[in-house]
Nanobody, 125 residues
Framework: VQLVESGGGLVQAGGSLRLSCAAS????????MGWFRQAPGKEREFVAA????????YYADSVKGRFTISGDNAKNTVHLRMNSLRPEDTAVYYC???????????????????WGQGAQVTVSS
């Protein structure tokens, strides 16, 4: 199982980016996919998650209404569209996966078994 993030970069406040997480070694059926982020000097925190079975999506309050998580079954890829970016969104963003169709504690990083290497997102003011 491998997760590879892409799409990070530098953007001005108010701008947009789309992160992608390409999965190999498994298909998304019956998985929950999540995005987490870690800013310098801070603990890793939940950003968004999607339950492939049923298509439920979940967001942290800090990104609700600005970020959208979605998946492409055909390409085995999950995306995180980030709009109205703020300097406080600056962090390394990680993709994660767990073989549980509807993960109850989707916001806890210890619930996920597989992680990508991370993608840097920097938002300048």
């Amino acid at each position: 199982v491998q997760l590879v993030e892409s799409g990070g970069g530098l953007v001005q406040a108010g701008g947009s980016l789309r992160l992608s997480c390409a999965a190999s070694g498994f298909t998304f059926d019956d998985y929950t996919m999540g995005w987490f982020r870690q800013a310098p000097g801070k603990e890793r925190e939940f950003v968004a998650a999607i339950s492939w079975s049923g298509g439920n999506t979940y967001y942290a309050d800090s990104v609700k209404g600005r970020f959208t998580i979605s998946g492409d079954n055909a390409k085995n890829t999950v995306h995180l569209r980030m709009n109205s970016l703020r300097p406080e969104d600056t962090a390394v963003y990680y993709c994660a996966a767990v073989y549980v169709p509807r993960l109850t504690y989707y916001y806890l990083e210890n619930q996920y078994d597989y992680w990508g290497q991370g993608a840097q997102v920097t938002v300048s003011s």
